[in-house]
């Protein structure tokens, strides 16, 4: 799905918000349009040899009445438009987010989270100033040089009108040739902010390493390379739009001028009324100013255009993994049964190769090997980060394949050797936002993890909350948390990868006696290097340097 299938879906629900705010935006105008006439009409009244004061009253509440009417209906078309632009930037980007959640490991492996934070905020409102600022300003411009050339044309003469307005298609042939250029600078400028986040994002996550390595000076200066690109970019960018308003000013001013020497000769003639003088050159002024937005105009548009093409990147991207072959008739798995049958997967070479095992419901399998065996692989397969081929892996009988996402991944509980935890309190991290937890469960779940102690010993105990993917905890105390989450779940089949490498041996005995009960009730599948945790499972699989499958022990 494009953006510009999101903006119609969301017009097809909201369009007639939008349709009337754009009649009100036409409304409004026409009402500032008859302010420069009526203003005319004062000073006529008012250079007349008898001044007819109530005809100067009538014309004064009448300008009154328009300021008044203008002022209304601006404001509830502003309210309209502007109201529509932020909720349709709302639903951008929670259908962005939604697709977000949907791709595949392999779209993060290649994209840098700072670009896609960027594409998900900056780009999102450069889509939403387009639609909001840029549209009805561009009707403004139309319905404001519209009428006032008409107006210009019957206060003075067509062909005088003609003469004024005779630039202005040449200014906009200039600022339509600069909009080329402006595209160019623009994505240059998206560019150096999708660096800029990604570097700031970088280091905040690893600000302990860039300390513990004393690199806090040279990241600096590497991130001031970065900011002086951006900077060059937004100056390149800046020196393109500084022709249009100096070129619109000169224009003007020089039509103005002009006008000064022929208008006066005609009021001294006789030929028309100083109102009428007067009338026309607050015309002149008042298509200054639409004119004058233009810039803007075509450079929002710019932007927009350009961010919809930088957030249809990531629309365009379809999941890897997906549920295209999935048998829609499995809803549920009923056990936790594992087989694989020739295991045999690659990235860009081999890691894994004619892997055989077999885990009944129930069991339980440790896998063992050197780094760089595959063994972090086969977790990964389980759960269907990656693909393999099909009649490989087996769940619950059915090709791993044909089991849909959701039901496979639900009757999963992942720990990763790396733990990862979300910026909140320590209760939600278990429970995972999930409100058919409850805080009971939550907190069986913490002592078999042997957390719970450590938990209560933080002043805010559960309601702690961990910093930004748990800074805040030691590594064993997030790996713990990190089981706990896992276990809480009561999954079919439990998947350990090496999350106990944090753990003391006094602290992962403990840990082992209770998971003794607790993988009893699921298949579990333990990756370690430990053999005091293998000691856990009912098989041994050992993995060699080139994921061969080595001896299988059963104790």
């Known amino acids: ?19 009337l705010g754009i009649v009100l935006v036409v409304v409004a105008t026409i009402f500032t349009t008859e302010i420069p006439k009526y203003l ?178 040279m990241e600096a200066e590497t991130f001031s390379k970065l900011s002086e690109k951006k900077v060059e970019a937004e100056i390149k960018l800046a020196r393109a739009f500084s022709l249009i308003s100096p070129s619109v000013q000169l224009t003007f001013g020089i039509v103005f001028s002009a006008f000064l020497v022929f208008g006066g000769s005609m009021v001294a003639k006789g030929e028309i009324s100083l109102g009428s003088y007067v009338a026309f050159n607050t015309y002149l002024m008042l298509i200054m100013g639409p004119i004058t937005m233009i810039g803007r105009i075509v450079d929002r548009w710019q932007r927009g255009l350009i961010s919809m093409k930088r957030v249809d990147k990531i629309l365009l991207e379809k999941p890897s993994i997906d549920d295209t072959n999935a048998d829609a008739s499995i809803t549920v798995l009923n056990s936790g049964e594992i087989k694989a049958k020739n295991l045999s997967f690659s990235y860009e070479n081999t890691v894994l190769s004619d892997v055989y095992f077999d885990v009944p419901s129930g069991g339980s399998i440790a896998i063992m090997g050197p780094t760089g065996s595959g063994k972090s692989t086969i977790a990964s397969l ?73 938990i209560l010993e933080f002043p805010l105990g559960y309601a702690t909350v961990v910093g930004e993917r748990g800074m805040t905890l030691s590594g064993g105390q997030k790996q713990r948390i990190a089981l706990a989450r896992a276990l809480v779940r009561n999954p079919k089949i439990l998947i350990l990868d090496d999350c106990m490498s944090a753990l003391d041996i006094e602290t992962e005995a403990k840990i082992i006696e209770n998971l003794k009960t607790k993988i009893s009730t699921c298949t579990a599948v333990i990756i370690t290097h430990r053999a005091t945790t293998a000691a856990l499972a009912d098989t041994v699989l050992y993995l060699g340097d080139e994921g061969e499958a080595g001896d299988v022990d059963e104790g």
């Not at 510009?4 to 918000?17: D, G």
């Open 40 to 217: 005319g009409f004062a000073i006529d009244a008012l250079n007349e040899k008898q001044i007819d004061i109530s005809k100067v009253q009538n014309i004064a509440f009448v300008l009154g009445a328009i300021a008044v009417l203008a002022f209304v209906v601006r404001f509830v078309w502003r309210y309209l438009i502007l109201g529509f632009g932020r909720q349709i930037e709302f639903y951008m980007r929670e259908e962005l987010f939604a697709h977000l959640q949907s791709l595949s490991s392999d779209f993060y492996v290649k994209n840098n989270t700072g670009d896609i934070i960027t594409r998900s905020i900056v780009d999102i409102q450069a889509v939403r100033m387009m639609l909001g600022f840029s549209v009805i300003s561009m009707l403004d411009i139309i319905v404001t040089t519209s009428l006032s050339v008409s107006n210009m044309a019957a206060a003075t003469s067509p062909l005088l009108t003609l003469l004024a307005i005779l630039p202005i298609p040449l200014l906009i042939f200039i600022i339509l040739k600069v909009r080329v250029m402006v595209r160019k600078r623009y994505n240059k400028v998206q560019e150096a902010i999708s660096n800029i986040s990604s570097k700031v994002q970088e280091n905040i996550t690893g600000i302990r390493v860039i300390k513990a390595f004393s690199q806090e000076v």
């Open 1 to 19: 799905m494009q953006s510009s299938t999101l903006i119609i879906k969301y017009f097809k629900k909201h369009w007639l918000r939008y349709v």
């Open 382 to 454: 389980l759960m269907r980060v990656w693909n393999c081929e099909n009649g490989m892996l087996e769940v619950d009988g059915h090709d791993i394949n044909k089991i849909p996402l959701k039901v496979l991944r639900e009757a999963c509980a992942y720990v990763p050797q790396e733990s990862f935890l979300f910026s909140d309190s320590i209760l939600e991290n278990i429970r995972f936002y999930d409100s058919e937890i409850t805080d009971s469960q939550v907190f069986a779940a913490a002592e078999a993890a042997n957390v719970h102690d450590n």
